[in-house]
T-cell receptor
Framework: EPEVTQTPSHQVTQMGQEVILRCVPISNHLYFYWYRQILGQKVEFLVSFYNNEISEKSEIFDDQFSVERPDGSNFTLKIRSTKLEDSAMYFC?????????????FGPGTRLLVL | AQSVSQHNHHVILSEAASLELGCNYSYGGTVNLFWYVQYPGQHLQLLLKYFSGDPLVKGIKGFEAEFIKSKFSFNLRKPSVQWSDTAEYFCAVNGGSSASKIIFGSGTRLSIRP
């Protein structure tokens, strides 16, 4: 069964550094998402992406965050200057269409630790 | 505001006990409802979903959930749990289009005593 994959599985970085989290959505999917889960808290929506542009973003997704689909397969989340509070598990998700009954499939996550 | 509430933060059961995890949502308009499970060290997996039709939804691994529109609830049930059901369970909702953002509850940690 096709899966969403994410790399790296773990990333440790220093505060103020840039990080890029990578995702490979399921190949025929058209809608892409990033969510995050701070340790002990709920999963929160960050951003959705369709047709090479952001469809929706949350308050969390400020100017320090950006997303890109640089080629036909990858979907990246960049944090320009990391803060301690960016430490979290970041999940990528994708879905094929917006039609009723479609499911968002989640990747295994990247655990980001900002020191 | 759109939100999902899960009543129990941590549930501890013995094997073969019956399970019911509560979930209530606040969302205007048509909703799609989900239960996701996260086994230790693994990623989110879809247990079951409700989009329309029969409000009693059956999912994988013997789980089921009932959508009660009048109560804004979507409780998860399993008649007899196993040790392997130990995991975190998330109720979630999105509305309108299936492509819209998913709003998650805070999760319920289920621990099963062997």
């Amino acid at each position: 069964e096709p899966e969403v994959t994410q790399t790296p599985s773990h990333q440790v970085t220093q505060m103020g550094q840039e990080v890029i989290l990578r995702c490979v959505p399921i190949s025929n999917h058209l809608y892409f998402y990033w969510y995050r889960q701070i340790l002990g808290q709920k999963v929160e929506f960050l951003v959705s992406f369709y047709n090479n542009e952001i469809s929706e973003k949350s308050e969390i997704f400020d100017d320090q965050f950006s997303v890109e689909r640089p080629d036909g397969s990858n979907f990246t989340l960049k944090i320009r200057s990391t803060k301690l509070e960016d430490s979290a598990m970041y999940f990528c998700a994708s879905t094929m269409t917006s039609g009723s009954g479609e499911t968002q499939y989640f990747g295994p996550g990247t655990r980001l630790l900002v020191l | 505001a759109q939100s999902v509430s899960q009543h129990n933060h941590h549930v501890i059961l013995s094997e073969a006990a019956s399970l019911e995890l509560g979930c209530n949502y606040s969302y205007g308009g048509t909703v799609n409802l989900f239960w996701y499970v996260q086994y230790p060290g693994q990623h989110l997996q879809l247990l079951l979903k409700y989009f329309s039709g029969d409000p009693l939804v059956k999912g994988i691994k013997g789980f089921e959930a009932e959508f009660i529109k009048s109560k804004f609830s979507f409780n998860l049930r399993k008649p007899s749990v196993q040790w392997s059901d130990t995991a975190e369970y998330f109720c979630a909702v999105n509305g309108g289009s299936s492509a819209s953002k998913i709003i998650f509850g805070s999760g319920t940690r289920l621990s099963i005593r062997p």
